[in-house]
């Protein structure tokens, strides 16, 4: 099983709302990470877990919050949404914590906030 | 700071015909290099690596790259293109230090002509 899988694959939310979006992967992984896709734009970090605890932040307003549960799932809670925040989010995972680059990626969660 | 360069934002080629996307980085020692696939509507796969070793690697989906560390660059190559290779290619580079980050080249947009 070399897959991550992202739900929901769509979301369309208010921006008094709350919401999560789930990543799972079964490879194993040490490491989990969430990055904010634009469109026609490279991905940008928002967070990594290592061994389950939060490693890295990239300065991420507190409107998303990230968990993990276990190394298996990794979960971003959305509150109080902008409408800047529409993107693709995309879960990654990696074999080791400490960062090797070699990520892989779910298909995303196309999050619409109106 | 370490940076990545992707000259070209978009190319088109015919079916069959060969392709090379080009990639400059910067940065001070050797590098971890990579570069990525985003199909529409679909997550980041990775093609190939660069660590160290031969500076041709070979990648999934019949594609190479080269390093050269004179040119500080990181080609990506495929003899013939095929109509489903039509997406969004990025080159990033992994940074040093404790908490290693991918650093994304902006992307090359690839479309095939039948």
């Known amino acids: 099983d070399t897959e991550v899988t992202q739900t929901p694959k769509h979301l369309v939310m208010g921006m008094t709302n709350k919401k999560s979006l789930k990543c799972e992967q079964h490879m194993g992984h040490r490491a989990m990470y969430w990055y904010k896709q634009k469109a026609k734009k490279p991905p940008e970090l928002m967070f990594v877990y290592s061994y389950e605890k939060l490693s890295i932040n990239e300065s991420v307003p507190s409107r998303f919050s990230p968990e993990c549960p276990n190394s298996s799932l990794l979960n971003l809670h959305l509150h109080a949404l902008q409408p800047e925040d529409s993107a693709l989010y995309l879960c990654?995972?990696?074999?080791?914590?400490?960062?090797?680059?070699?990520?892989?990626f779910g298909e995303g969660s196309r999050l619409t906030v109106l | 700071a370490q940076s990545v360069t992707q000259p070209d934002i978009h190319i088109t080629v015919s079916e069959g015909a060969s392709l090379e996307l080009r990639c400059n980085y910067s940065y001070g020692a050797t590098p971890y290099l990579f570069w990525y696939v985003q199909s529409p509507g679909q997550g980041l796969q990775l093609l190939l690596k660069?660590?160290?070793?031969d500076t041709l690697v070979q990648g999934i989906k019949g594609f190479e790259a080269e390093f050269k560390r004179s040119q500080s660059s990181f080609n990506l190559r495929k003899p013939s293109v095929h109509w489903s290779d039509a997406a969004e290619y990025f080159c990033a580079v992994m940074n040093a230090g404790n908490n290693r980050k991918l650093i994304w080249g902006l992307g090359t947009s690839l479309a095939v002509n039948p």
């Open positions: 990654a995972s990696s074999q080791k914590g400490g960062g090797t680059g070699e990520l892989f």
């Open positions: 660069y660590f160290s070793g």
